[in-house]
DNA sequence: TTGTACGCGTTATCAG
DNA sequence: CTGATAACGCGTACAA
């Protein structure tokens, strides 16, 4: 059995009071004594008991963190950000892997609410109502990631997916592409999916381009597959296009490989821009340009902004991050 | 602030001790007040304090994962393993990102102790005698998953990592190939690299092949970069190399990059063989054949393991995890 | 400067 | 079947 507060009060011949004082580094006794206690844990190896602080201080340094999907390039660079300032910050962080299963998520947000966590990041959801008046009983901060609320005042961070997407395009249009195209995901998806439709609407439009439903290939979801089929579909209903602006990496790289085996040149034939700048935008032939969303200093903000929260700092506002272009060498430049 | 079991007894009219045993569901109690007691929960919305139980039962339903590098696809199949047993099991897990450094190993430990963890992950990396000492002193189950110690005897879940190397090489070797080079990652690392040089060295020799030290690119890492350094040092080694067998999927994918550049075509040309089988694989061009390890069933499987040692099964034995060979495209099949 | 004693929310051991 | 009550390990008024 580990040893307690108690075997050290004993063996430095103090009350747990003096030992409790000197662990928490308050003020209140010599220097002597310090001396004999701390001998004592030193040589009883003596470690205090995180459970029972967290019992008495209602504190448990531990933070929970909701994914729909763990196992995302997208998803681990968040956890890394998230993870790092929390132990910076002394705290510890649970993973949750919901599936974006509603049950799922109910049954994790029950487990955190009993372990008593400081604080929940959600992220790269839509935040339910039923998940949103549990988490308000809990009465514990909560901010979301990666995703937004509009129907309850929930503080986010995430890049502004709209700006974000017309940014690609308009990269696209400045390379003097005008046939334009765009692999989107799911367009029921209203964080990820229109959004980003709407951003490529925007600037298709501001640049007097044209860009009717031809244009666009809505897929089912951000996935490889989806990115292969894209093109595919894309292809068939715009013959001439010379650029398309991918909705994710993954559907970017589907594109990729599917033009390879169409027959089709990247970026010779056809340019392509991705959206989110994973890892993998490095890996691909040729390198994807892409736009890039800083998702681990996005993590690391929002678990600042969750202690933010829990320090009584009432109103912490939303972070629009920024965005950028990561160029590489998958968009050609166009001869005017 | 949240009800207490106090309330709930207050409420239903009966004593704490009633209503805990309705909670963890033993005996000794009529129907009768069952259902009072539940309908005070219902009312209350009562949710039980986990740090409180895990005070007294000396147990937090909570376990702690190492990971070198968090943001890897390796990691995360193997963390959504871990994490769904543990979840399906009742526990939590409490991710720790160490950076491979051994002061913030050392550092996550103590906090993992205080927290007072019911067992331990540690991956992807040499288990130090520091580490193990600390561990032994916290006398809970530990578990190493894709590593495996030598010098302690730890249960630990891993593939045969020779025997993996081998079967890759054998399968170009069926494929009719006989100058066959490697890009091993760091020779020096007995876990992932050295082996995997063995294997390779193995069925060579087996099968009468040449490869001495000119066939093989001993690389630093396991990495995209180390993939594209690797090929072209290993084509100035052994320019007549008709397949490689890469230590990791990151080399295959950096070989097939630097080849495309080098106008070698993959397989036509020079077929590659991969080591990992990550999600990169599918996306590749062409699609990259790789040896594939099981992470997610290695992560359910150490979880597992985790379980079994805390239900006191005293000599739980390691686990070598079945490899296989995902065949997709890389790979040219010569004729006789 | 130091010690006593109570409480944090549970579980478990006794009596009744 | 039920209810006091003592732990669990620690922090902290309060007293000395």
Do not use: W
């Amino acid at each position: 059995m580990a040893y307690t507060i108690k075997d050290v009060a004993k063996k430095a011949n103090v009350s747990i009071a003096t030992v409790s004082r000197i662990l928490n580094n308050q003020k209140g006794y010599s220097e002597q004594t310090k001396k004999k206690v701390l001998k004592a844990i030193e040589e009883l190896d003596y470690h205090p008991n995180a459970i029972a602080r967290g019992l008495i201080n209602k504190k448990t340094s531990t933070i929970g963190v909701l994914f729909p999907a763990l196992s995302s390039m997208l998803a681990t660079e968040l956890l890394a950000g998230i993870e790092k300032t929390a132990h910076e910050l002394g705290s510890s962080v649970i993973v949750c892997h919901t599936e974006s299963n509603g049950l799922k998520t109910m049954k994790y947000l029950q487990l955190l609410n009993e372990k008593r966590v400081d604080g929940i990041i959600f992220t790269s959801e839509i935040l339910k109502e039923e998940y949103y008046e549990f988490i308000q009983k809990m009465n514990i901060p909560l901010v979301l990631l990666s995703t937004e609320s509009r129907a309850y005042p929930v503080p986010y961070v995430k890049v502004d997916d709209r700006r974000a997407a017309y940014a690609a395009v308009q990269y696209l249009i400045k390379q003097g592409h005008k046939r334009i195209g765009m692999i989107s995901g799911n367009d029921q998806d209203m964080i990820a999916g229109k959004p980003r439709i709407e951003g490529y609407l925007d600037a298709m439009s501001d640049y007097g381009l044209p860009a009717d439903d031809s244009f666009i290939a809505r897929m089912k979801g951000f996935k490889f597959s989806d990115g292969t089929e894209g093109l595919k579909l894309l292809k068939k209903q715009l013959p001439d296009v010379t650029a398309v602006f991918a909705a994710s990496d993954d559907i970017a790289v589907g594109a990729i490989s599917s033009a390879y085996r169409l027959g089709i040149r990247v970026p010779d034939d056809l340019s392509i821009i991705g959206y989110d700048n994973l890892k993998i935008a490095d890996m691909t032939i040729p390198p994807l340009t892409s736009l890039a969303q800083p998702f681990y200093e996005m993590g690391e903000k929002a678990a600042q902004m969750i202690f933010d929260l829990m320090d009584g700092d009432e109103l912490i506002e939303s972070r629009i991050m920024p965005h950028s272009i990561a160029e590489r060498n998958s968009v050609l430049k166009l001869g005017s």
